[in-house]
Every structure is written in structure tokens, then in C-alpha cells.
T-cell receptor, first 116, second 114 residues
Framework: DAGVTQSPTHLIKTRGQHVTLRCSPISGHKSVSWYQQVLGQGPQFIFQYYEKEERGRGNFPDRFSARQFPNYSSELNVNALLLGDSALYLC???????????????FGDGTRLSIL | AQSVTQLGSHVSVSEGALVLLRCNYSSSVPPYLFWYVQYPNQGLQLLLKYTTGATLVKGINGFEAEFKKSETSFHLTKPSAHMSDAAEYFCAVSPSYNFNKFYFGSGTKLNVKP
């Protein structure tokens, strides 16, 4: 079975632009979460979505938004890009609506976003 | 508020030596605890998790971790390091009262010397 897939793998943008990152969860998984991993740091939680609804949000500005589609895939949008948005963006999927201990998250390989 | 502290951003061991990676958390209520491994240019792979029950948890690739409530710790160990264990390791917590958030430590890079 395919794992979590993310596209694109690499992206270069300039300040002020916007970007859309895409994630397809593991088949049968209904929950998708997004994380930002700045070089040298651990992943920071951005959003969790389940059944097309936002179920959790981290401490990120409103420039960050996301949505989930009926097929459970998801998009992360970032507007007015800043240099500090350069990071690896990770998507994770899990079967249920809440992150229980018996439903650990499965991560994709991420999208490397570079802002010039 | 939840926080996760991983002591030592870099740990170096010889092949065959004991691996010990430290993780402490702060939480008023014992959370769910996880260890993930990340290889270069890849996402995170779950090594093991603690939810409830037995405090010594065994994971993949010979790793194990012990939950110590009194010490608010969840250290990761492996009796004998292998070259393939060289990677970055992240400890993470999910509050048991708010499953919709997940907090990672800053990571520990493990180097294994031949």
C-alpha cells in the first residue's frame, strides 16, 4: 500500500508569493495533520483536519490555511511568504479524528520550501 | 502547556555500544509519548509509543523506552548500536486531554562510529 504522498518534493518561491502544498493520506486514513520543520528543529504542529473540518491549530499566523477534500487529501496554503517560512513541510495521516496513542501518525517525506 | 526537552542535540557512540537518548516532558497530566526517527531527506518513522499499561515499551529495530512518571521522562535506549541507527531522533507528546495537538522535541542526532 502507498504511504503518505506529498507534492511537490521541492519548491522555490520569492517573498510575498503564495504557495500550495498537497498531501494524499494513506488509503483509509481520514485525518491529516501538517507540520513545519525548520532546519535544525523539531516539527511544529500547524493544523489537523478530519472529515473536512479543522480539528486543531498550532500557533501560526493567518497566512497559513488548509483544507481537506472529500477524498481526504489535503492542501496547505501559505500567503505572503516570508524568508522565515523556508522549511520542510510534513504531512501526516492517521485513521481517526483524534490522535490516540493507538493511532500514531504516519508521515510523508515532506515538501522542502525555500524562500528567496 | 506542553513541552518536550531532549538533552543533547548530538550524541556519538561506537558501533556495538549502548544508545541512550534522553527525553523529558512537562505536563500536569501524563501524556501519550512517542519516539520517531528521521533519516536525511525523509519524513518521520514511528519507533515506539507509550499510551497506558506497561511502562517499558519495545519498538522496532531493537529500540525500547521506559516511561517514568516520577521523573517525567521517556528515554530511548538500544543495547547495541548499529551503523544504520545513525539518524535524527525525535521525542513527541500528545496531551491525553487534547488529542488534536502533537508536540515534538528539538531532536537528537545520533552518530555511530565504526
Amino acid at each position: 500500500d502507498a504511504g503518505v504522498t506529498q507534492s511537490p518534493t521541492h519548491l522555490i518561491k520569492t517573498r510575498g508569493q503564495h504557495v500550495t502544498l498537497r498531501c494524499s493520506p494513506i488509503s483509509g486514513h481520514k485525518s491529516v495533520s501538517w507540520y513545519q520543520q525548520v532546519l535544525g528543529q523539531g516539527p511544529q504542529f500547524i493544523f489537523q483536519y478530519y472529515e473536512k473540518e479543522e480539528r486543531g491549530r498550532g500557533n501560526f499566523p493567518d497566512r497559513f490555511s488548509a483544507r481537506q477534500f472529500p477524498n481526504y487529501s489535503s492542501e496547505l496554503n501559505v500567503n505572503a511568504l516570508l524568508l522565515g517560512d523556508s522549511a520542510l513541510y510534513l504531512c501526516a495521516s492517521s485513521p481517526g479524528s483524534i490522535i490516540r496513542g493507538n493511532q500514531p501518525q504516519h508521515f510523508g517525506d515532506g515538501t522542502r520550501l525555500s524562500i528567496l | 502547556a506542553q513541552s518536550v526537552t531532549q538533552l543533547g542535540s548530538h550524541v556519538s557512540v561506537s558501533e556495538g555500544a549502548l544508545v541512550l537518548l534522553r527525553c523529558n516532558y512537562s505536563s500536569s497530566v501524563p501524556p501519550y509519548l512517542f519516539w520517531y526517527v528521521q533519516y536525511p531527506n525523509q519524513g518521520l518513522q514511528l519507533l515506539l509509543k507509550y499510551t497506558t499499561g506497561a511502562t517499558l515499551v519495545k519498538g522496532i529495530n531493537g529500540f525500547e523506552a521506559e516511561f517514568k512518571k516520577s521523573e517525567t521522562s521517556f528515554h530511548l535506549t538500544k543495547p547495541s548500536a548499529h551503523m544504520s541507527d545513525a539518524a535524527e531522533y525525535f521525542c513527541a507528546v500528545s496531551p491525553s486531554y487534547n488529542f488534536n495537538k502533537f508536540y515534538f522535541g528539538s531532536g537528537t542526532k545520533l552518530n555511530v562510529k565504526p
